[in-house]
């Protein structure tokens, strides 16, 4: 299935509390990123690895973790600090920036 | 500063009508433009790259660097037409998406 998995599909997190969503590629693809998908603002990034053990920071990475420790793994971690986690995440990944995105299907994180 | 705009939230047409959803970017390099498509309850997906010059669906979208635009264009609609369309400017390091205009094809 579209060979990028993100899980769990719904999420619910109490204030204060951190949350961390899965994304697993077997694409053999180099680079992955975490977009937030609020309604009205179409795709923001938040992080983004073009290779292992390496990751930049998109345009709203605060209150935002990540890690790249296997190719095929880019765990987002949504902490406490940040003020608005309530949001549809997205992950995708490239093979190279001219072939486009591979999207997963989604998390969707609420806070209680 | 806003890489990429679709000026229009909402489009309706009506089936078999002409349908175009506009694109405008600003980026000083050579721009890398997609139009990616989100069906109801699937997930995001690429719909064309401008580099490959295809049609897809029967939608087309020409690279237009004086007026720095990327308008996707069909010329007959169809329902299942019906989806939210975004369009994507590549960078070099990620992409830049607009906002999105949610396209209902009215039969």
């Known amino acids: 299935d579209g060979g990028i998995t993100q899980s769990p599909k719904y999420l619910f997190r109490k204030e204060g509390q951190n949350v961390t969503l899965s994304c697993e590629q077997n694409l053999n693809h180099d680079a992955m990123y975490w977009y937030r998908q609020d309604p009205g603002q179409g795709l923001r990034l938040i992080y983004y690895?073009?290779?292992?053990?390496?990751?930049q920071k998109g345009d709203i990475a605060e209150g935002y973790s990540v890690s790249r420790e296997k190719k095929e793994s880019f765990p987002l971690t949504v902490t406490s600090a940040q003020k608005n986690p309530t949001a549809f995440y997205l992950c995708?990944?490239?093979?190279?920036?001219?072939?486009?995105?591979?999207f997963g299907s989604g998390t969707r994180l609420t806070v209680v | 500063a806003q890489r990429v705009t679709q000026p229009e939230k909402l489009l309706s047409v009506f089936k078999g009508a002409p349908v175009e959803l506009k694109c405008n970017y600003s980026y000083s390099g050579s721009p890398e433009l997609f139009w990616y498509v989100q069906y109801s309850r699937q997930r995001l997906q690429l719909l064309l790259r401008h580099i490959s010059r295809e049609s897809i669906k029967g939608f087309t979208a020409d690279l237009n660097k004086g007026e720095t635009s990327f308008h996707l264009k069909k010329p007959f609609a169809q329902e299942e037409d019906s989806a939210m369309y975004y369009c994507?400017?590549?960078?070099?390091?990620?992409?830049?998406f607009g906002t999105g205009t949610s396209l209902t094809v009215i039969p």
């Open positions: 690895s073009q290779i292992v053990n390496d990751f």
């Open positions: 994507a400017l590549g960078t070099g390091n990620q992409f830049y």
């Open positions: 995708a990944s490239s093979i190279g920036q001219q072939w486009g995105y591979t």
